[in-house]
């Protein structure tokens, strides 16, 4: 049977995932000053960078294809079967789904959501007051001015980069 050999990749995989999202919460944490994830709104919009590795870094944590831990689960979950081990492997896919939902929807209301203003959050979209306002800049320095990147997030940056490029392969 191959479903060991298959449960290693998938730790390999989920190592090598968790180093991105690691990274990416430190870079969070250093921005919002706070762990609270409900306090953690519009990433995207506030650090590009570290934004589209939140994205990527959830995606490829939760088994979204084509990222290494959705083929190592896909294999888990081919050798159950194949070995006839039908509720395990359906009690797996559940739970997966359940933790994906979970982990999404705590995604969307970081990456995209606005700060909340008077006790509700706005819409994504900006307004047409709003994109003639370039009164603040949510970005940190080191976003606004490119030349200022290696000093404003220095070796956060290289970790994160060198994190996504095993999750991507």
Not at 161 to 167: F, I, K
């Amino acid at each position: 049977s191959l479903g060991p050999l298959w449960a290693i990749l998938h730790v390999l995989n989920h190592a090598v995932t968790k180093s991105l999202v690691f990274f990416v919460a430190g870079n969070l944490i250093q921005r919002y000053r706070t762990q609270e994830i409900e306090n953690i709104h519009g990433v995207v919009r506030a650090l590009p960078f570290t934004g589209t590795c939140l994205i990527i870094g959830t995606l490829a944590i939760t088994g979204s294809p084509p990222f290494g831990i959705f083929i190592s689960e896909f294999l888990i979950v081919s050798g159950g079967f194949h070995e006839n081990h039908f509720i395990p492997s359906i009690l797996f896919l559940v739970f997966t789904v359940m933790i994906f939902v979970g982990f999404i929807r705590h995604l969307v209301r970081m990456a995209f959501a606005r700060t909340p203003e008077d006790g509700k959050e706005e819409s994504l979209f900006a307004s047409s007051e709003e994109i003639g306002n370039h009164d603040e800049d949510p970005r940190p320095p080191g976003d606004a001015v490119p030349d200022r990147i290696r000093e404003s997030w220095g070796w956060q940056t290289a970790g994160i980069v060198l994190a996504l490029v095993p999750v991507i392969l």
